[in-house]
């Protein structure tokens, strides 16, 4: 063989690894935009939500089919960490809110929740929650869930743990949180 035809194998091997190399990448993204379908189809089934924004959206903040049930129990949250930790009662609260939701112990959605009473979520997750738990309850898919209802939910928690001899329990802040809370449940701005 000659040193010419040397290079030109050689060539044609440094193309071929090329275009297998390009294959390879190719079918990866190929699969990997089936999978983020797959993933939102299996969101819009557990959520109940259509919407393919909406779907990405709850995608992007972390949220799985097995988690989204915790979208509603978000300013639940927000409100109990109003000032600056979760108290016994209001872990209780959120722990009943969140069986009384088929928030089974255990489950993944339940390790998830018992991170959040620990850690408090980043603040994208609360920024984000208004919008996405409006496009749930706008859906129907909330079992009967309403946006007054979370409201109330969110009021009990933030008079759970407040004031002295029940004498100023929830405090200005957590009216002002509150008010938010519920112009973005609403659809409305506070």
């Known amino acids: ?3 010419r035809d040397m290079i030109h194998e050689r060539g044609r091997s440094l193309e071929d690894d090329y275009f297998r190399k390009k294959d390879k990448e190719l079918v990866e993204k190929l699969q990997r935009a089936a999978e983020a ?7 819009g089934k557990a959520a109940g939500i259509t919407d ?3 779907l990405q959206e709850l995608l992007d903040r972390g949220f799985t089919p097995q988690t989204v049930s915790l979208l509603p129990i978000v300013p639940i949250l927000q409100t109990a960490w109003a000032e600056g ?7 209780e609260l959120i722990v009943r809110f969140a069986r009384g939701r088929g928030i089974e112990e ?5 390790r998830q929740l018992a991170s ?4 408090r979520p980043s603040e994208a997750v609360f920024s984000h929650a208004g919008r996405l738990i409006r496009a749930m309850l706008d ?9 007054d209802d979370l409201v109330k939910y969110c009021e009990s928690i933030a008079s759970a743990s407040g004031g002295v001899l029940g004498i100023g329990k929830i405090s200005s802040e957590e009216r002002q949180l509150l008010a ?6 609403k659809g409305r701005q506070g």
């Open 1 to 3: 063989m000659t040193d």
């Open 180 to 185: 938010g809370i519920a112009a973005d449940l």
């Open 85 to 91: 930790g979760i108290t016994p009662a209001e872990r």
């Open 37 to 43: 379908e797959r993933a939102k189809s299996e969101m």
């Open 52 to 54: 393919p924004a909406v």
């Open 106 to 110: 255990g489950s993944e959605a339940d």
């Open 139 to 147: 859906s129907g898919s909330s079992a009967g869930l309403n946006a």
């Open 116 to 119: 959040w009473m620990s850690t």
